[in-house]
Structure formats: structure tokens, C-alpha cells
């Protein structure tokens, strides 16, 4: 069997679907899962393309597949909601800290952080002091992520990206050019290495 494409969103009720046209969706937030469940999801849609009820066939087929799917069917239950979650409160104890340094070197004060899952940006800061953070950010070098802090930071200062903003930026991050290509470069390709994708289980 062959499926027709492949589509990644960000349900928030369902980890995948596979349609009668054998077109396959998963959620993206399945790179936060155990492999093991990973790989469950994507044999469970796998076996769609054959059976596409839940009857008995299917389960049995499943079965064949995936002797264990039950107990990853499990995980998925008990952990799934709280994946994100997990991940977004490892962010703030990281960043947290950080911004209040950068703040502190400054001599400047933010009002407010919030951690989110932002699909086209790394962060950002309101004309009131409010600073928001990706999580994603968590995944990236050290560097990288200390240059989005003080980018965010220089805009407490100056709002816009005028050339006294960048004046500034390089004067607090004389190397920020090299840390924005990189998360030009591989930015999009951010994912959770296995090893901590285990750690959540």
C-alpha cells in the first residue's frame, strides 16, 4: 500500500489521520514522544490504509504490526496532553534567568514572559515590556539562544530594527550575525534528540 501525501499540523485533538484517499496528516508534537510511540502512531495510520474502520480486522492487523501498541496507545493517553507543557516549563527555567541578567546589564526592566509555541517566530517584545519566548529556543546552542534574549532585551531600548537598534545589538552581541543564520539555517529543523524525547516519559 501506498499513501498520497503527507501533511504535519498542530492538532489539538488528534495525533494523526489517514484518509480514505490515503492522504496522511500527524501532528507535529509527536517529535515530543517516546520513538517507540512515534513509531505506533505511524504504523496505527499505516494499517488505515488497508482497513480503514476500527473493526476487528483492524485491530488485529495493528497487532501484527505493533504486539505492544497498547501500551503506547496508553502513553498517549496519560502523557500526550501534557507534552508541551513539560517542555514549555523547561524553557522558562532556562530563559528566565537569562533575560533577568541581560535586563540586569542593561539597567532596563521587562514586565512580563510567557513561554510559546510559535510557528513563524523565536520571540518578541511589546511596546509594554512584555517578553515572549518559543520553546524551540530550548533545543538550540547556548549561544543562540543568549543572542535572541539580548535581541529582545535591545528592543526594551529601541523598538523598531532601526540602525540604532542593530548598533546596539552589536555592541551587547558583537557575533549575533553568526547566531541569526544559524537559526535561518537550521531553526526549522529544531527537534528533541531521542534521548530527551525518553526523558518525558
Not at 505511524?42 to 501498541?69: G, N, T
Request: hydrophobic fraction near 40%; charge should be positive.
Amino acid at each position: 500500500m501506498a499513501y498520497a501525501g503527507l501533511t504535519i499540523r498542530g492538532q489539538r485533538t488528534r495525533w494523526a489521520s489517514c484518509s480514505s484517499e490515503g492522504r496522511m496528516s500527524f501532528n507535529w508534537r509527536l517529535l515530543l514522544a517516546p520513538e517507540p510511540v512515534l513509531d505506533y502512531v505511524v504504523e496505527h495510520e499505516v494499517c488505515h490504509l488497508e482497513v480503514m474502520d476500527h473493526s476487528v480486522h483492524f485491530w488485529r492487523l495493528l497487532e501484527s504490526r505493533v504486539p505492544d501498541w497498547r501500551a503506547h496507545a496508553a502513553w498517549l493517553r496519560r502523557y500526550g496532553p501534557a507534552l508541551e507543557r513539560f517542555y514549555r516549563r523547561a524553557a522558562r527555567a532556562e530563559i528566565a534567568p537569562r533575560l533577568d541578567a541581560a535586563v540586569a546589564r542593561a539597567g532596563t526592566a521587562y514586565s512580563g514572559l510567557t513561554i510559546r509555541g510559535q510557528r513563524t517566530r523565536w520571540a518578541s517584545c511589546s511596546s509594554e515590556g512584555r517578553m515572549s519566548f518559543n520553546w524551540r529556543l530550548l533545543l538550540a546552542p547556548e549561544p543562540v539562544l543568549d543572542y535572541v534574549v539580548e535581541h529582545e532585551v535591545c528592543h526594551l531600548e529601541v523598538m523598531d530594527h532601526s540602525p540604532r537598534f542593530w548598533s546596539l545589538l552589536e555592541s551587547r552581541a558583537p557575533d549575533w550575525r553568526e547566531h541569526a543564520a544559524w537559526l535561518r539555517r537550521y531553526g526549522s529543523a529544531l527537534r528533541l534528540p531521542d534521548t530527551v524525547r525518553r526523558s518525558a516519559a
